[in-house]
């Protein structure tokens, strides 16, 4: 399968995900109903933006331009993939990544998100049987060449242990964090607010902590992040925020809230779901600094940095920790 084969396939790919056939309308539906946090609106966002981002022809030709990647490797090899399952489809760019290299790959789903990538592999293979021959699926990975695995700060760990000996990336737990100046315009804040609740603040690109100056005026904010009321709605999403609620108050810390989300003053980076920390700042230019050299940081957005309402809408070459998975790939052999 050479390269211009694959980059047809996915564009092709692309064009069935934007589709209504039936087929594939259950499939997002059953993906729905086994992960309550996969609602249909968030489905359909990831998908969007893989299939405009990702699967288009002159977009993928560029990237792998850009890396000379090779019409047929003559020394493929088998990557074993470990995805995530917080957010729909959150491993497709892992999977893509060894497609398009012309490497094989044996993936082990999450158990959160395993419907929606089984069935757009399962309509590959049905396009082009010779599919079959690069994918697989499988419960345990043994005797993969390389590692990519993605997973929480436990899991990375187990990760290191088992597959040191194996040309590997492992990532771990991140999160994305909003630094603002208090001259944001209305459209900016609506932008944040999807930055923020997108996904249910649950994706390692939502941003869970904001830096503000002193004297900061939180309420056109707060008002901005009503757009997201709907979310009480969702029992689980409810249930979250009650609870912060709850501990907040009988721990008597001075909160924030319009309702919906809650707003608290924290030195941590990663919040719960329902809720954002904030911490003032001084030196904007000397944070900046600081936050970029934080490996617990995935995004900072904001002025100067990335723009409002971009942060989970990656591009082809927007590699999560900040390591390129292309080059990666391309050094295990497939020159």
């Not at 329902?274 to 995004?299: M, P, R, T, W």
Request: glycine share 6%.
């Amino acid at each position: 399968m050479n390269l211009l084969k694959r980059i047809i396939l996915l564009e092709k790919l692309g064009k069935y995900l934007l589709s209504t056939e039936e087929c594939w309308l259950n499939v997002k539906e059953k993906a729905e109903r086994e992960n309550a946090w996969f609602t249909n609106i968030f489905v359909e966002t990831a998908i969007n933006n893989i299939a405009t981002c990702f699967l288009d022809e002159n977009l993928l030709k560029k990237w792998t331009n850009s890396y000379q990647i090779v019409d047929i490797s003559s020394t493929p090899m088998n990557i074993g993939v470990v995805m995530a399952g917080n957010i729909p489809l959150v491993g497709f760019h892992d999977f893509l990544c060894v497609f398009i290299s012309g490497h094989r790959q044996t993936i082990k789903t999450s158990s959160k998100d395993s419907t929606l990538i089984k069935h757009i592999v399962a309509k590959l293979k049905e396009w082009d049987a010779e599919v079959s021959d690069f994918v697989s699926f499988a419960e345990s990975l043994k005797g993969c060449d390389a590692y990519i695995a993605t997973g929480s700060n436990n899991s990375g760990r187990y990760f290191e242990y088992y597959f040191a000996k194996y040309p590997h990336i492992i990532r771990k737990n991140r999160t994305s964090v909003a630094v603002l100046d208090g001259n944001e315009r209305e459209k900016d804040l609506a932008k944040l607010s999807d930055d923020i609740q997108m996904y249910f603040g649950l994706g390692c690109r939502n941003v869970t902590k904001l830096y503000v100056p002193k004297n900061y005026d939180f309420v056109p904010l707060l008002d901005a992040l009503k757009k997201y009321e709907f979310y009480f709605e969702f029992h689980k999403y409810k249930n979250n925020y009650d609870y912060q609620l709850a501990i907040l108050m009988m721990g008597r810390k001075f909160y924030m809230t319009n309702g919906s989300i809650i707003l608290s003053e924290d030195k941590s980076i990663f919040s719960p779901v329902s809720q954002v920390n904030y911490e003032f700042y001084e030196h904007k230019d000397l944070l900046g600094e600081e936050l970029s050299e934080n490996e617990a940081i995935q995004c900072i957005v904001g002025k100067g940095f990335i723009n409002f309402g971009e942060a989970q809408k990656p591009t082809l070459f927007d590699y999560a920790d900040g390591i390129d998975t292309m080059q990666f790939l391309k050094g295990l052999g497939n020159k």
